[in-house]
């Protein structure tokens, strides 16, 4: 779980602070939401539950860059049918998250990045499974979303960011068994004066 969670986090990483760089004003947002909710301490888990902007930016993230696009596949254990289509028992299936997520009849505006969208925390069970669901759902979900919500939080709570030149970072995904950028991500970071006062 460790292994396959550090490549995956990473990558998820690398598309939220693009989206944040690309979205100045979603990154302002949360920059404000840490400095009134966390203030000068290192992030910690117990702050998670006052950190729901971050939260929701992470979920947008996912939503839009799920960085396993084809869940694993799964064998339909009878004859069935899915979406009008009648499949046979032992049948390979892909869910196709990506898909999913960018569907215009369950999303408003499926391509754009608002974090907003998860803050009425209605979002149907079957619209959103970066994860995958159920049973047999990732069993490192928790996890990955811990780590990324420390590690964001952090890295906008303790320093400046900026792009390389003006113009916006490149979204263009590169698809194998996980979703990445096809350029990596550049960025420019200085200390922001709380990481002086955290380290003193």
Same mark, same amino acid.
């Given at each position: 779980?460790?292994?396959?969670?550090?490549?995956?986090?990473?990558?998820a990483m690398e598309w939220?602070?693009?989206?944040?760089?690309?979205?100045?004003?979603?990154?302002?947002?949360?920059?404000?939401?840490?400095?009134?909710?966390?203030?000068?301490?290192?992030?910690?888990?117990?702050?998670?539950?006052?950190?729901?902007?971050?939260?929701?930016?992470?979920? @947008? #993230?996912? %939503?839009?860059?799920?960085?396993?696009?084809?869940?694993?596949?799964?064998?339909?254990? +009878?004859?069935?049918?899915? =979406?009008?289509y009648d499949v046979p028992?032992?049948?390979?299936?892909?869910?196709?998250?990506?898909?999913?997520?960018?569907?215009?009849?369950?999303?408003?505006?499926?391509?754009?990045?608002?974090?907003?969208?998860? @803050? #009425?925390? %209605?979002?149907?069970?079957y619209n959103f499974i970066?994860?995958?669901?159920?049973?047999? +759902?990732?069993?490192?979900? =928790?996890?990955?979303?811990?780590?990324?919500?420390?590690?964001?939080?952090?890295?906008?709570?303790?320093?400046?960011?900026?792009?390389?030149?003006?113009?916006?970072?490149?979204?263009?995904?590169?698809?194998?068994?996980?979703?990445?950028?096809?350029?990596?991500?550049?960025?420019?970071?200085?200390?922001?004066?709380?990481?002086?006062?955290?380290?003193?």
């Amino acid at each position: 779980m460790l292994l396959a969670g550090t490549e995956t986090v990473a990558t998820a990483m690398e598309w939220a602070l693009a989206n944040l760089l690309n979205h100045p004003r979603v990154l302002k947002k949360a920059k404000t939401e840490l400095d009134t909710q966390v203030g000068d301490h290192l992030i910690e888990e117990s702050d998670f539950a006052k950190l729901q902007y971050l939260r929701c930016i992470i979920s @947008e #993230t996912l %939503r839009l860059y799920p960085v396993v696009p084809l869940l694993v596949p799964h064998l339909a254990s +009878a004859d069935c049918t899915i =979406g009008g289509y009648d499949v046979p028992a032992g049948t390979t299936l892909f869910v196709n998250a990506w898909a999913i997520h960018r569907d215009p009849t369950l999303w408003d505006d499926p391509t754009s990045f608002n974090p907003e969208r998860f @803050e #009425t925390g %209605r979002v149907g069970a079957y619209n959103f499974i970066p994860f995958g669901m159920g049973r047999r +759902a990732c069993p490192g979900d =928790g996890l990955a979303n811990r780590m990324m919500t420390l590690t964001l939080g952090s890295l906008i709570q303790f320093f400046e960011w900026e792009r390389v030149g003006d113009d916006k970072i490149a979204m263009t995904e590169k698809t194998g068994i996980s979703m990445c950028k096809v350029d990596p991500l550049e960025l420019m970071c200085k200390a922001r004066p709380s990481l002086n006062v955290l380290l003193s």
